[in-house]
Every structure is written in C-alpha cells, then in structure tokens.
C-alpha cells in the first residue's frame, strides 16, 4: 500500500485509554444515559467506593499522570468525540474530565435515575460507617469529599425525594446530624455547607431537620467569620510588622548610605590633602637642598671652628624637616607629642642662630673665613748652552 493511500491516525484514536476511575465513572454515566437496568451498574459504583484512593481521585495515579503528559505533548482537545476542556485550547486534563463526569452523573440524579441516586447514597453511608469504625479517617474524609460533589447541587424536589425513600433505613438523613458534628469539631466549612444545605431543602418535609441545618450553618458562618477577622488581624500584624522592618531597612539604607558619602567625602579631602602634602614636601626638600648648597660651601670658607656651627645648624634644621614630615603624615595620636619635638628644635635652631650672631660680633675671627692660600708655582729652567763656538781668528792663520 503507498504512503499516498495510508490514512495518519487521528489524535483521538492515538489518545491512550481513559484512567481507570474516569473510565468507571464514563461507563456508569453511559448506562444510566441509555436506561440500563440498576443492578447493572451497582456493581461498577461499588467498585469504584471500594477501591478509591486519594491517588486515583487526585489524578495521581501513573494512568493519570501518563495521559496527562500524553495529551499535553499531542494538544488532545477531546476524548471518544466529546469534548472536556469547556472551549479553552489548552489540553484536557483527568481533573477536567473527572469534573465533567461528575456534573453529567449528578444531571441523571436530579432527572431520570433516582434509584441510582438512592444506592449512590446508600453505598456513601455504609462505606464511611466503615471507616468510623476502623478510624480510617483519610478513607472517610475521601469519601465524603467524593460523595458530596455529587449532592451538592440536588433539587429540593430531589432531596425531599431522596429523603422519603431512606426514611426508615440505617442510611436515613437522620444519620446527617452527627456527620455535622463530627465536621463541625474539625472547622471544615465546605463540607458543612453542602451537608447543611441538603437539610435545608427539606423544609416542611422534616421542619426539625431543617432548622437544625440552618441553625448550624448560621453558625459555621459565624465560625468562619472569626476565622477570617483572626486572619485578618494576624495579616494586619503581618503588615505591620513587614512595613517596621521595611522602615527599619530603609533608615539603616539612609544611614548607610550618609556613611559612604561621608567616606566619598573623606577619601575626596584625603586626596586632596595628599596632593597638598606631595606639594609641601617637594618645597620642603627644595628648602633643604637649598640649604644644604648655601650652608655647606659657606662652612667650608669660614673653616676652623666655624665648620662645627655650620653643621650643628645643618643638624638642627634637618631634625626639624624630619619631624614636620612625621606630623604631616603620621598618626593624629602621634602628632602631640611630635609638636614638643618641633617645638624643642625651634628653640633650638633660635639658640644657634642667636649664638651665630653673638659670635659675629664678639669673636669675628672664629667666623672669619682664613686667608686664601699663596699658590706658588716652581719653575724649573733647563739651560742650555746656545753661544756658537769661537771662530779661529784670521790674523793667526796668516
């Protein structure tokens, strides 16, 4: 057969099979639609009460998970020509399909198929008497959570209906009290209000019931209010207390941020009182050196004891270049005690000078510069003989 007459499957017919707990609830929704006889389809409910999990109910379970995947990587719109995804794009889900089921079955209770709605709710009670005595209490909580979506939106006339034909049996509405308690003990309010809401249909058909039904929904409500103002508050606590430590980080922001400007600032002024100091000390050493070429020759020239007070006020100054180089960029606690220093060499630099000055006029001699040497250069003179030698006269060789 060529490709040309080879007929590609559609996505519907590639689909894997539907999970089993869709499946179940598929063929149950087929046969009541048909009007299949009852005792054909309890069979298929009490399976599914029997062997229902949290797994399968969750879409948990590997089926679920592996048509799931499947039909999200293939964008399945639809299963066996139905479509369950409610006219979005996106692929069904088991969560999609369990919903649709569920509305379907729950449609044939409110109409055609009461007998079924009778043994559904029939099969509900025993099942979760069962876990009440095995304090099984997932079971039972699954139960409920399954069963209810199911009752939940009953006619009155079907609920009054309902309640007519178990009247009498161990699964009578009169059993609904103490399932209230039981939910009413642990706060879970929307279970109450299904519950509540099934007796509150009653109305003249069981009048005590169906005070009782509203009596404790009215409270459940005033439950959930309390719930919901504590929530409150603890939310207003939460804001408030997120806004302190919001203020709180914003001021330690604000002061950080003062902190690196004011380094920014400091680093600036340091910059700038080291290009300063690099300017003073070029000075400084140009003074030195100055000194250093004025003072030294001018020593040299004066000679004899002169040369000892040229160099002790060479001394002086140079300690005290040394020791303002040392405040200017040393430690700020060092610089107290390098001022007595500074201070000790300017005096003594004014005693020197003082002593330079005395010197001058009471003994200008010690000052005085010597005599320049006298040179004397010694000449030696080679002679040498330059008279010609005698010529003989003529007269003796005549």
Same mark, same amino acid.
């Given at each position: ?112 198929? /009461?007998? @079924?709605?009778? #043994?559904?709710? *029939?099969?509900? $009670? +025993? ?6 005595? =095995? ?85 459940? /409500?005033? @439950?959930?209010? #309390?719930?919901? *103002?504590?929530? $409150? +508050? ?6 408030? =207390? ?90 700020? #606690? ?65």
């Amino acid at each position: 057969m060529s490709d040309e007459n080879t007929e590609e499957k559609k996505p519907e017919e590639q689909a894997p099979p539907l999970p089993w707990l869709l499946n179940q609830l598929d063929v149950i929704n087929s046969m009541a639609v048909r009007g299949d006889k009852l005792n054909e389809i309890t069979p298929l409910l009490w399976e599914i009460i029997n062997r229902i999990t949290w797994e399968l109910y969750e879409s948990k379970d590997n089926e679920s998970v592996f048509f799931n995947s499947y039909n999200k990587e293939h964008q399945i719109m639809s299963v066996k020509g139905r479509s369950f995804s409610l006219g979005s794009n996106a692929p069904i889900a088991s969560a999609v399909i369990l919903d649709h089921l569920i509305f379907d079955i729950a449609v044939r209770f409110n109409t055609s198929n /009461q007998d @079924l709605l009778v #043994e559904f709710w *029939q099969m509900w $009670l +025993i099942k979760r008497c069962d876990a009440e005595g =095995s304090n099984d209490v997932p079971k039972r909580e699954l139960l409920d959570d399954f069963a209810l979506r199911f009752f939940k939106d009953l006619r009155v006339e079907t609920v009054r209906t309902l309640y007519q034909r178990v009247d009498g049996t161990s699964q009578s509405f009169r059993e609904i009290p103490l399932i209230l308690e039981r939910y009413k003990l642990e706060e879970k309010y929307p279970p109450i209000y299904i519950i509540t809401g099934l007796l509150e249909k009653l109305g003249e058909v069981d009048v005590e019931l169906g005070n009782l039904g509203r009596e404790i929904r009215i409270r459940a /409500q005033n @439950l959930q209010m #309390e719930d919901l *103002q504590k929530n $409150l +508050i603890d939310y207003k606590r939460f804001v408030f =207390s997120t806004k302190q430590e919001l203020t709180n980080l914003k001021n330690e922001t604000e002061s950080k941020t003062k902190l690196l400007s004011e380094g920014i600032e400091e680093a600036k002024d340091n910059e700038n009182r080291m290009t300063r100091n690099f300017v003073q000390i070029i000075g400084i050493f140009a003074a030195i050196i100055a000194f250093i070429v004025t003072i030294v020759p001018t020593a040299v020239r004066m000679g004899g004891a002169s040369i000892p007070i040229a160099l002790a006020g060479l001394a002086i100054v140079t300690a005290g270049i040394v020791i303002l180089l040392a405040m200017i960029f040393g430690k700020d #606690e060092r610089r107290k005690s390098l001022s007595k220093g500074l201070t000790g060499i300017i005096i003594a630099f004014t005693l020197w000078l003082t002593l330079t000055v005395v010197l001058a006029f009471v003994e200008p001699n010690v000052l005085r510069p010597p005599p320049d040497p006298v040179r004397v250069d010694t000449l030696y003179i080679d002679t040498v003989d330059t008279t010609p030698p005698p010529t003989p006269s003529t007269r003796e060789g005549d």
